[in-house]
């Protein structure tokens, strides 16, 4: 069930999560619950599908990961809770992989439109594939959508989100292809001082500035 509170704007970035409750795998969740973590919410076209399988145990296999990073799994596809109780029991049975995190049942389709995960007049769930980034606060913070014939990668889903925490608390910029670990950029500069001041420093353009140390 929606909050229709928080339905009267788009999903995107910089706008707060609609809040909705749901049945799932791992029993009734409300998207507010997750408040205090960050969250990875994502929607695909169909159980039982290869793509999607594929997906599924590669964000399993790397559940750990995430929960160091403090940030949880949550899935949704328009199919029925049965479905996702036998699809998620196949793959344990057929590749030994136990999917833990919740798969929100959306048969109305009334959560991905509110996420504009399918577009509001289609009567098909065949374009569902995106990925939200939700903060501790609550807002989307970035997302991404993919074709249905296109697989995502959930190292660089765990790429972005190092990013976005990183950008956040060092108060830092990150730069084409940056992962964990890497020299981060300082943020373009706003006025004439901080521009001079960068275009002092030998061997580095003033628009494109290293951050002394790594994050």
């Known amino acids: 069930m929606l909050d229709t509170a928080s339905t009267n704007q788009v999903a995107q970035i910089g706008s707060a999560a609609p809040d909705f409750d749901a049945r799932t795998t791992e029993g009734l969740v409300r998207l ?27 964000f399993e296999k790397q559940i ?41 049942e959306d048969i109305s389709m009334a ?22 980034f939700i903060d501790p606060e609550g807002i989307i913070r970035a997302l991404i959508h993919y074709p249905l014939a296109v697989g995502r990668s959930v190292d660089e889903i765990f790429r972005v989100l190092a990013a976005l925490q990183t950008s956040e608390t060092a108060g830092v910029s990150t730069p084409e292809g940056w992962r964990p670990g890497e020299d981060t950029v300082l943020p373009a500069p706003t006025d004439m001082r901080q521009v001079d001041e960068r275009a002092a420093r030998s061997g580095q353009a003033w628009y494109l500035t290293s951050k002394g140390g790594r994050q």
């Open 64 to 104: 750990e990961a995430f929960n160091r990073r403090e940030c949880d799994l949550l899935g949704l596809s328009v199919d029925s809770l049965y479905s996702h109780l036998a699809w998620v029991k196949d793959i344990e049975t057929r590749f030994d992989v136990r999917i833990s995190f919740p798969i929100v």
């Open 32 to 58: 507010s619950d997750y408040r205090g973590r960050w969250l990875i919410f994502f929607s695909h076209p169909a159980d039982f599908t290869p793509v999607c399988t594929s997906e599924f145990i590669a």
């Open 111 to 132: 959560i991905a439109r509110a996420y504009g995960m399918i577009h509001a007049a289609s009567d098909s769930t065949a374009s569902v594939r995106s990925v939200y």
